[in-house]
């Protein structure tokens, strides 16, 4: 079943043990994992990892091995990270099963709403399906003040709304930051610390981060050259390829009502004007020149790859910025193709 956001809590907190299956899905990969340690917490439960790669070589093994009684006792959870449409046979030789003893938890990343491994954990009484999204506005604020609070950091709105626009509302990376932010201060759950302007100032990396954003901007507008120099900043051996997809994601997530509306007839100019201040007034340029340069069929295979690749980056053993660079480099060769 497809579960809300403000019903996850409660699917988590209380588990339901008609539910075998848990499929975390969305930009917000942070949350998802949040949302599965909670469940291992309230089920007092151990995490068991198994390979996406074993499940679709052996689609009975995820059964096989939910069905499993724990080798040392206690209660087990079995994790799927990255997880995709290689599970889907899996999940269903699961759901069919006559009995379990362990739930099942995937971790994925963006999946469409034309997902086979969607459809079926939102149809099945068995499954809880919730996307992750990435937090917006006064939600992006608290989000930053809920996890300074873990480092022992009290963290003021300003200051909050600051650190949630450096890191593109991206959990992983505000948790990063603030502890840094922390260590700085010296700050702890037991000994907290108010964070101010001046220690993001000292420590903070929002100027940088910016900078990073702004590739997928780059990419997406078909701005060839203006990219190449970028990517060629890139510092080597850097951890800038997963805030980079998200920005990415995060583009895509925008424009493709916005198109959806121009090919049922609207104008561009109809369209960014009823956004209103929802746009931020420097991104009305480059967001009504994307809007020309791309239509619905392509933004959705775009997010498949950026999809696609943001699993793959994350399980990657080292950063991979040549397979980033020819992604977005792929993306403004297309862009300039309309």
Do not use: C
């Amino acid at each position: 079943m497809n579960v809300s956001k403000q019903a996850i809590g409660r699917a988590v907190d209380q588990p339901n043990a008609q539910v075998r299956f848990y499929l975390f899905h969305g930009q917000d990969t942070a949350q998802s994992r949040a949302l599965g340690q909670r469940l291992l917490q309230a089920s007092g439960a151990s995490k068991s990892i198994i390979a996406s790669g074993a499940v679709k070589s052996d689609p009975a093994s995820l059964a096989d091995e939910a069905g499993a009684m724990s080798l040392f006792g206690g209660a087990r959870i079995i994790w799927l990270e990255p997880a995709g449409e290689e599970i889907l046979p899996g999940v269903e030789a699961l759901l069919s099963a006559p009995s379990i003893e362990s739930p099942v938890v995937a971790i994925a990343g963006s999946l469409t709403k034309a997902s086979g491994l969607r459809k079926l954990a939102e149809a099945s009484r068995s499954a809880v399906a919730f996307a992750a999204y990435l937090p917006e506005g006064q939600d992006a604020a608290r989000m930053v003040a809920d996890v300074g609070r873990s480092y022992g950091l009290k963290i003021s709105q300003p200051v909050a709304e600051r650190i949630a626009g450096a890191a593109g509302n991206d959990q992983a990376l505000v948790s990063q930051e603030l502890q840094k932010l922390a260590l700085y201060l010296d700050a702890s759950p037991h000994s907290p610390k108010e964070l101010d302007h001046d220690a993001v100032d000292a420590v903070g990396t929002d100027t940088a981060e910016g900078d990073v954003m702004r590739l997928a901007d780059l990419a997406l507008s078909g701005q060839m050259d203006a990219l190449a120099d970028e990517l060629a900043r890139l510092p080597s051996g850097g951890s800038e390829a997963i805030p980079v997809v998200r920005s990415l994601q995060r583009r895509l997530i925008m424009l493709a009502p916005m198109r959806a509306r121009v090919e049922r007839g609207e104008s561009p100019d109809a369209v960014m004007t009823s956004l209103g201040k929802a746009l931020f007034w420097k991104d009305k340029a480059i967001v009504g020149r994307m809007l020309s340069q791309w239509d619905a069929e392509r933004l959705a295979k775009v997010a498949e790859r950026a999809g696609r690749l943001e699993r793959s980056l994350m399980f990657s053993p080292a950063p991979q910025q040549e397979a980033l660079g020819e992604e977005l480099l792929a993306i403004a060769r297309e862009a300039r193709r309309r």
